[in-house]
Protein backbone atom coordinates (compact mmCIF):
# COMPACT_ATOMS: atom_id res chain seq x y z
CA UNK A 1 0.00 0.00 0.00
CA UNK A 2 2.18 3.16 -1.56
CA UNK A 3 2.15 6.05 -3.57
CA UNK A 4 4.68 6.91 -5.72
CA UNK A 5 5.38 10.62 -6.63
CA UNK A 6 7.18 11.62 -9.89
CA UNK A 7 7.65 14.35 -12.00
CA UNK A 8 10.29 16.85 -9.92
CA UNK A 9 13.44 18.50 -11.39
CA UNK A 10 15.38 21.30 -11.91
CA UNK A 11 13.77 24.41 -13.49
CA UNK A 12 14.51 27.94 -14.61
CA UNK A 13 12.29 30.47 -12.43
CA UNK A 14 9.24 31.02 -14.28
CA UNK A 15 8.99 27.24 -15.40
CA UNK A 16 6.53 24.54 -15.42
CA UNK A 17 6.41 21.39 -13.97
CA UNK A 18 3.95 18.77 -13.55
CA UNK A 19 4.03 16.16 -10.02
CA UNK A 20 2.07 13.04 -10.13
CA UNK A 21 0.96 10.59 -7.38
CA UNK A 22 -0.25 7.26 -8.24
CA UNK A 23 -1.70 4.95 -5.57
CA UNK A 24 -0.43 1.30 -5.85
CA UNK A 25 -2.86 -1.71 -6.87
CA UNK A 26 -3.24 -2.43 -3.90
CA UNK A 27 -5.46 0.12 -2.84
CA UNK A 28 -8.91 0.50 -4.77
CA UNK A 29 -10.03 4.01 -3.55
CA UNK A 30 -8.53 7.10 -2.95
CA UNK A 31 -10.14 9.85 -1.13
CA UNK A 32 -9.36 13.16 -0.13
CA UNK A 33 -5.36 13.99 -1.68
CA UNK A 34 -3.00 16.23 -1.48
CA UNK A 35 0.63 17.60 -1.87
CA UNK A 36 3.22 19.08 0.78
CA UNK A 37 5.87 20.52 0.74
CA UNK A 38 9.03 20.90 3.17
CA UNK A 39 12.20 23.39 2.45
CA UNK A 40 15.55 22.77 4.24
CA UNK A 41 15.03 23.99 7.61
CA UNK A 42 11.14 24.30 7.49
CA UNK A 43 8.05 22.99 8.49
CA UNK A 44 6.32 20.50 5.92
CA UNK A 45 3.44 22.64 4.78
CA UNK A 46 0.11 22.27 2.81
CA UNK A 47 0.41 23.13 -0.96
CA UNK A 48 -3.09 21.68 -1.85
CA UNK A 49 -5.37 19.62 -1.55
CA UNK A 50 -8.36 17.98 -3.70
CA UNK A 51 -11.22 15.97 -1.80
CA UNK A 52 -13.33 12.65 -3.92
CA UNK A 53 -16.02 15.29 -4.96
CA UNK A 54 -12.98 17.72 -6.58
CA UNK A 55 -12.95 20.45 -4.28
CA UNK A 56 -9.90 22.04 -3.77
CA UNK A 57 -7.77 24.09 -1.50
CA UNK A 58 -4.69 25.72 -2.00
CA UNK A 59 -2.18 27.70 0.10
CA UNK A 60 -1.89 31.09 -0.39
CA UNK A 61 1.49 31.37 -1.54
CA UNK A 62 0.92 28.95 -4.70
CA UNK A 63 -3.05 30.34 -5.51
CA UNK A 64 -3.60 31.09 -9.49
CA UNK A 65 0.18 29.85 -10.28
CA UNK A 66 -0.70 25.49 -9.51
CA UNK A 67 -3.18 23.47 -9.82
CA UNK A 68 -4.04 20.12 -8.48
CA UNK A 69 -6.36 17.68 -10.45
CA UNK A 70 -6.70 14.04 -10.26
CA UNK A 71 -8.16 11.04 -12.57
CA UNK A 72 -10.27 8.79 -10.43
CA UNK A 73 -9.30 5.84 -12.96
CA UNK A 74 -5.97 5.87 -12.43
CA UNK A 75 -5.99 6.95 -9.17
CA UNK A 76 -3.50 8.96 -9.87
CA UNK A 77 -3.60 12.94 -8.40
CA UNK A 78 -1.63 15.54 -10.19
CA UNK A 79 0.43 19.16 -9.11
CA UNK A 80 0.90 21.60 -12.42
CA UNK A 81 2.75 24.14 -11.46
CA UNK A 82 3.51 27.03 -13.15
CA UNK A 83 5.26 30.20 -13.15
CA UNK A 84 8.26 28.40 -10.50
CA UNK A 85 9.85 30.48 -8.06
CA UNK A 86 12.64 29.80 -6.33
CA UNK A 87 11.07 29.50 -3.08
CA UNK A 88 9.43 26.93 -4.13
CA UNK A 89 12.14 25.00 -3.95
CA UNK A 90 11.97 22.00 -1.51
CA UNK A 91 10.75 18.39 -1.23
CA UNK A 92 7.41 17.43 -2.16
CA UNK A 93 5.44 14.98 -0.85
CA UNK A 94 1.84 13.44 -2.08
CA UNK A 95 -0.54 12.30 0.57
CA UNK A 96 -3.90 10.83 0.58
CA UNK A 97 -6.52 9.10 1.66
CA UNK A 98 -7.01 5.17 0.94
CA UNK A 99 -9.02 2.44 1.13
CA UNK A 100 -7.63 -1.02 0.44
CA UNK A 101 -8.36 -4.73 1.51
CA UNK A 102 -6.16 -6.75 3.90
CA UNK A 103 -7.78 -10.47 3.45
CA UNK A 104 -11.44 -10.01 3.57
CA UNK A 105 -10.72 -6.86 5.77
CA UNK A 106 -11.83 -2.92 4.69
CA UNK A 107 -9.06 -1.00 5.67
CA UNK A 108 -8.39 3.18 6.10
CA UNK A 109 -5.46 4.93 6.51
CA UNK A 110 -3.28 7.64 5.35
CA UNK A 111 -0.59 6.90 3.52
CA UNK A 112 2.48 9.05 2.65
CA UNK A 113 4.33 9.23 -1.07
CA UNK A 114 8.57 9.30 -0.89
CA UNK A 115 9.06 12.68 -2.00
CA UNK A 116 10.02 14.48 -5.06
CA UNK A 117 12.50 16.76 -5.11
CA UNK A 118 11.69 19.86 -6.81
CA UNK A 119 14.56 22.44 -6.94
CA UNK A 120 13.59 26.40 -9.21
CA UNK A 121 16.48 27.94 -10.25
CA UNK A 122 19.06 29.63 -13.06
Known amino acids: VQLQASGGGLVQPGGSLRLSCTASAHIFQVNNMGWYRQAPGKQRELVAG???????NYADSVKGRFTISRDNAKKTGYLQMNSLKPEDTAIYYC?????????????????WGQGTQVTVSS
Open 95 to 111: NAYVQFMEGATLRIKTV
Open 50 to 56: VTSDDNT
